[in-house]
Nanobody
Framework: QVQLEESGGGLVQAGDSLRLSCAVSGSPLSTIAMGWFRQAPGKEREFVATISWSGTVTTYADSVKGRFTISRGNAENTMYLQMNSLRPDDTAVYYC????????????????????WGQGTQVTVSS
């Protein structure tokens, strides 16, 4: 079983930056692909970014490419999402996700691929 806990959300102005963290606990913590999703009011949960267990493979939604950076520190069992140049349409609840994968370079971009989810952290960007 894997537990995930997000932190770092808040209220910022357009153009500001935030860094979200996702603390991972449970066992065994091996070969887990991870991702960030978000859900705005009245909308479906959507993919934001994903990273492989090795940390060497990442991919992003077009809407955040060039502004957001996903990373992970396996030694500290934490994943991050650095969000720069925030816009009002980035306002959403951001969810951390994880799932075991067969090899360390695998990434997952679909909602239904993930087995574990955090409770979410609110990000609000004012104009």
């Amino acid at each position: 079983q894997v537990q995930l806990e997000e932190s770092g959300g808040g209220l910022v102005q357009a153009g500001d930056s935030l860094r979200l963290s996702c603390a991972v606990s449970g066992s065994p913590l091996s070969t887990i692909a991870m991702g960030w999703f978000r859900q705005a009011p009245g909308k479906e949960r959507e993919f934001v970014a994903t990273i492989s267990w090795s940390g060497t493979v990442t991919t992003y939604a077009d809407s955040v490419k060039g502004r957001f950076t996903i990373s992970r520190g396996n030694a500290e069992n934490t994943m991050y999402l650095q969000m720069n140049s925030l816009r009002p349409d980035d306002t959403a609840v951001y969810y951390c996700s994880a799932s075991r994968v067969p090899h360390s370079g695998m990434i997952l971009t679909q909602l239904h691929d993930y087995s574990y989810w955090g409770q979410g952290t609110q990000v609000t960007v004012s104009s």
